[in-house]
């Protein structure tokens, strides 16, 4: 397979992706933010949970640490 049969090939898995799929991922995606930001909470009390959770979906959606 060259790497234009392999890109076309990558492309239409991609352009494939239901809509459904990418709603699990993104379902996937809140749990962790938000498991990640009640974690933090407990280990501080003082923290807002609304910001530590915005903070760890946004950690989640661009893939930093």
Known sequence: MTDVEVKKETTYKVDRKSEAE???EDAGDKIKAGARALGKK???PDRDLGTEY???K???KTGLD
């Open 22 to 24: 990418r709603d699990v």
């Open 42 to 44: 407990v280990e501080d």
């Open 54 to 56: 915005e903070k760890e």
């Open 58 to 60: 946004f950690k989640e």
